[in-house]
């Protein structure tokens, strides 16, 4: 079955710093990849994606790279703001049931000013 | 508001009682989504329904769940013989339509199941 395997936390950072958060995946054929965040008292909320091997997706000075090779899409972001504390969660559907979203259990990052 | 809305936020069962969690979707949304969330974990897929339809309803974990969406529209997640590994944040979400690479899915901000 597919399964997404995401960096443990919590994290914390002082403003500025660089965030990696690691993603890897296992699944059939070629899913679709997904980052989703949870802002406290929000809810989930997609972050980016990428649909194919090779495509980055970015959004709010985030990025992540699928890289079929490696099986993984690891998030980054070069210089972090307070405003970036949230749960992180990586996903991924398969082609056959696109509609549904496989999780991983999510990284606490905290971002200190 | 213009999110998805759901309701209770909050609710507290004893064991053995039934529940009943209620979904209101984005206006025009086809479709709809129920997901479960224990604490410490990513959310876990229960079902799926397109306008009233139920696709899929592999991810329910027993004969004990039940959701519905009779027109289309709300929907609600009942757990009958409430037990405490039901504890969870029960997360409803939407989309234009389905599959996930076109359309973007919103996710409300779930209702707290604590079952004592």
């Known amino acids: 079955g597919n399964s997404v395997t995401q960096m443990e936390g919590p994290v914390t950072l002082s403003e500025e710093a660089f965030l990696t958060i690691n993603c890897t995946y296992t699944?059939?054929?070629?899913?679709?990849l997904f980052w989703y965040v949870q802002y406290p008292g929000e809810g989930l909320q997609l972050l980016l994606k990428?649909?194919?091997?090779?495509d980055k997706g970015s959004n709010k000075g985030f990025e992540a790279t699928y890289r079929k090779e490696t099986t993984s899409f690891h998030l980054e972001k070069g210089s972090v703001q307070v405003s970036d504390s949230a749960v992180y969660f990586c996903?991924?559907?398969?082609?056959?049931?696109?509609?549904?979203?496989?999780f991983g259990a999510g990284t606490t990052v905290t971002v200190r000013a | 508001g213009a999110g998805v809305s759901q309701s209770p936020r909050y609710k507290v069962a004893k064991r053995g009682q039934d529940v009943a969690l209620r979904c209101d979707p984005i206006s025009g949304h086809v479709s709809l989504f129920w997901y479960q969330q224990a604490l410490g974990q990513g959310p876990e897929f229960l079902t799926y329904f397109q306008n009233e339809a139920q696709l899929d309803k592999s991810g329910l974990p027993s004969d004990r769940f039940f959701a519905e969406r009779p027109e289309g529209s709300v929907s609600t997640l009942k757990i009958q013989r409430t037990q405490q590994e039901d504890s969870a944040v029960y997360l409803c979400?939407?989309?234009?339509?389905?599959?996930?690479?076109?359309?973007?899915?919103?996710f409300g901000e779930g209702s707290w199941l604590t079952v004592v």
């Open positions: 979400a939407s989309s234009l339509a389905w599959g996930q690479v076109g359309h973007t899915i919103y």
């Open positions: 699944a059939t054929g070629y899913p679709s």
């Open positions: 996903a991924l559907s398969d082609r056959i049931n696109d509609y549904k979203l496989s």
């Open positions: 990428a649909t194919k091997a090779d």
